[in-house]
């Protein structure tokens, strides 16, 4: 069975054999004329599609300067207040709030005052509590009478001092 495209050559070969000597091209390719209006027609549109939608975007621009008034678009929200967004909300200033923060701190470090009045519990100044330290030394803990008798007990590494073990030295 023999294979009949529109231009009536059997085969693919009969129509490079058909090809004329001086051709610029082989015949069998895709037509020039096709992709040449395909090319254009794409050129076309895309001018006409950025051209569209550069008008609707002017148009949507001049559109929002001419209602400038929030009453104007939501007419029925005239007498209320703006709404907050649901608890927890974004600061507004975070830098202002860290450095009012860091300041109420800083004020508490450095100031004497009550911790707990029933307590008898006061604050006071860091310097002036490492000053009474390095005065009075820190406090330690009795040591443990047992130990001190029995030859060869040790604080265990582990518990930081608290239990006793038998070592050798």
């Known amino acids: ?10 085969s693919a070969e009969d129509e490079y054999l058909a090809t004329p000597v001086g051709s610029t091209y082989e015949h069998t390719d895709a037509h020039t004329w096709v992709i040449v209006k395909f090319v254009v027609w794409l050129i076309v549109s895309a001018v006409v599609i950025h051209a569209g939608l550069g008008a609707m975007y002017q148009f949507m621009i001049d559109q929002g300067r001419s209602q400038d008034a929030a009453d104007v678009r939501y007419p029925l929200a005239v007498g209320q207040d703006p709404r907050l ?36 519990t006061v604050r006071i100044p860091v310097a002036e509590a490492m000053r009474l330290v390095v005065e009075r030394g820190l406090p330690a803990r009795a040591q443990d009478a047992q130990a001190a008798q029995t030859p060869g007990m040790m604080p265990a590494d582990s518990s930081s001092g608290r239990t006793l073990e038998r070592r050798r030295q």
């Open 85 to 120: 967004p649901p608890a927890p909300r974004l600061q507004q200033f975070p830098a202002n709030d860290i450095y009012q923060f860091r300041r109420d701190e800083q004020a508490l470090l450095d100031s004497y005052g009550w911790q707990n009045r029933d307590a008898g």
């Open 1 to 10: 069975m023999a294979h009949h495209d529109a231009a009536g050559h059997g």
